[in-house]
């Protein structure tokens, strides 16, 4: 379980998946590599299963929209 707080961002679009995330608490938005919104989630859902299921760069920026828990579902070591 991790926490973000309001406008960090968890990952960005292209990146090589680390981990897949779980929404436990909170807001987060997708937005494209222009800052445009593609859409919100919220408890409950899951976002980055796909990049991570593929093996392929992150097709998203994930965005906390408000503060945030979710729960890691790592893939390697983050990068640093």
């Known amino acids: 379980t991790q926490q973000y707080r309001r406008g960090d961002v968890i990952y960005r679009q ?26 919100q989630l919220s408890a409950g859902q899951k976002f ?6 593929y093996a392929e760069p992150y097709d998203a920026t994930a965005i906390a929209k408000t503060d945030i828990l979710v729960d890691v579902l790592p893939t390697k070591a983050p990068p640093s």
């Not at 292209?14 to 859409?39: N, Q, R, S």
């Not at 980055?48 to 299921?53: K, N």
């Open 14 to 39: 292209g990146e090589a998946p680390f981990a897949a995330f779980l929404i436990m608490e909170g807001w987060v938005e997708l937005v494209d590599v222009f800052g445009g919104p593609l859409c």
């Open 48 to 53: 980055g299963e796909d990049s991570v299921l």
